[in-house]
């Protein structure tokens, strides 16, 4: 069996993920496994056309394909997207339609099941029989329990191919847009109240709707917002996995580029924030995802604690659940208030003006200023992944984030709440006595709600 594997890691042959596909060539030396840098080499397959079309027609040649990569901001990094933005625009999607395919990724499991619904998705687009995923633990490859169930994953791919399985889709396509939203006479009544409103856009082709949003957006205002385009910062290229700013957020291409500064300058010093762009694919732009990985150079903690913002979609955004799931999630970990998600999905130019101002209101809104939703499982997961491997494994390598941790009280393990820890010993042992037992259970609820009904009660 022909295997081509198409290498998702910036750091090529030094990537972690690849070594989980390394071991298994040894394993089963009797399939043909071809290698593919394809994050690595982004720069020359989009420069040069027969390195491009050597993947192509490798592709087109296989019995199988296992996109390899490790987890980058929730998604594949931005080297990767580009690659399968390139894959429809020179509309090489024949060369994937009917090969197998499965996804590996390494990480420490924090959203990589919105990586592995991303790919999936795109295999579906792309009309490839997609088998599964398989989400490994960067050093899950060093455990036999975890190489065995590797392997089982393996062997089960492999058959499926061999005997030609029937494959489903679960992803229908998307819709394509013919909607073109011209917005209405712009009200400018909204005063800024003083705060600084960043609005950053794509810029790069200037897909759908997103201008004509964006100028309905500002329309509200009576100064003039700040509109950054992408295209116009200097940015020399994506997150490299080289983890230098683990130790004290000091990023590679410090000094390098002007991306460190616009970030620094620019969004940390802003009030609101404001993202605007079209869908391309199952996400946004990989120069959207650029942005979203280089700013990785803060590591694992917040830089936007306490700002409003919001995102503009140009595109099918209700159909791509999991990219919704990204924008919250990426809320959520930076502490802030998502105002709002406003697409032109509608297809109605007075109910896109009316979101629009409605949103502008929102963004400045004094009793908002500051405000931020409870986490929910988004936020709250994350965290206590990020809190117990900073803590763990990862603290020698990322020294930045631990301080931080350490500093602001999220090592809060609850092994510490000594109380709680003496009234569970002695409830424990309590309920194993039949008479309180039976009492327990039959007061259980009142006990539960007693102390929040003193609270609503009394206060």
Not at 88 to 113: C, I, M, N, P, W
Not at 252 to 269: C, L, R
Request: proline share 4%.
């Amino acid at each position: 069996m022909n295997v081509v594997v198409l290498n998702g890691s910036p750091k090529g042959e030094l990537g972690v993920t690849l070594q989980y596909v390394r071991f298994v060539e040894k394993k089963f030396p009797q399939h043909s496994f071809r290698y593919f840098s394809i994050a690595q080499n982004i720069k020359r397959l989009e420069k040069d056309e027969a390195a491009f079309r050597e993947v192509i027609d490798s592709v087109q040649g296989a019995d199988a394909v296992l996109w390899s990569f490790p987890l980058y901001f929730m998604l594949v990094c931005a080297q990767y997207k580009r690659f399968i933005e390139l894959i429809f625009e020179r509309h090489q999607q024949t060369a994937f339609a009917g090969k197998y395919a499965a996804s590996l990724s390494t990480s420490v499991h924090f959203f990589d099941h919105t990586a592995h619904n991303y790919i999936h998705a795109i295999c579906d687009d792309l009309r490839m029989k997609y088998t599964g995923a398989y989400s490994a633990g960067m050093y899950d490859l060093m455990l036999k329990t975890e190489r065995e169930r590797w392997l089982t994953f393996v062997q089960l791919f492999f058959d499926s191919v061999s005997r030609q399985i029937p494959v489903a889709p679960v992803y229908p396509p998307l819709p394509t847009a013919t909607f073109v939203f011209q917005t209405g006479a712009s009200k400018a009544a909204l005063d800024a109240g003083g705060k600084k409103i960043l609005v950053i856009k794509d810029g790069q082709d200037e897909v759908g709707n997103i201008n004509a949003m964006i100028k309905s957006l500002t329309g509200n205002f009576r100064t003039d917002l700040e509109v950054i385009s992408l295209t116009d910062i200097d940015i020399k290229g994506g997150c490299l996995g080289c983890c230098k700013c683990g130790l004290d957020n000091v990023c590679d291409y410090e000094g390098k580029d002007g991306f460190i500064d616009f970030y620094n300058e620019k969004v940390k010093k802003a009030d609101v924030v404001v993202f605007a762009g079209a869908i391309h694919d199952r996400y946004l732009s990989a120069k959207w995802k650029t942005f979203f990985d280089r700013s990785f150079f803060n590591t694992h903690m917040p830089t936007l604690i306490g700002k409003q913002i919001a995102f503009l979609i140009a595109g099918p955004l209700g159909q791509i659940p999991n990219l919704r799931q990204i924008m919250e999630c990426y809320a959520e970990f930076q502490e802030t208030n998502l105002a709002g998600i406003v697409t032109d999905e509608v297809e109605s130019a007075e109910q896109i003006d009316l979101l629009l101002t409605e949103l502008a209101g929102k963004l400045v809104f004094p009793i908002v200023a500051g405000f931020r939703p409870p986490m929910t499982f988004l936020g709250v997961g994350g965290r206590k992944i990020f809190r117990d491997e900073v803590y763990g494994m990862l603290r020698f390598v990322f020294q930045a984030d631990h301080r931080y941790y350490k500093k602001h009280g999220l090592y809060d393990f609850p092994q510490k709440n000594y109380k709680a820890r003496r009234m569970n010993l002695l409830m424990t042992l309590l309920t194993k006595l039949p008479f309180f037992r039976k009492q327990f259970l039959k007061k259980l609820k009142e006990e539960m709600v007693k102390p929040l009904r003193h609270v609503a009660d009394h206060k």
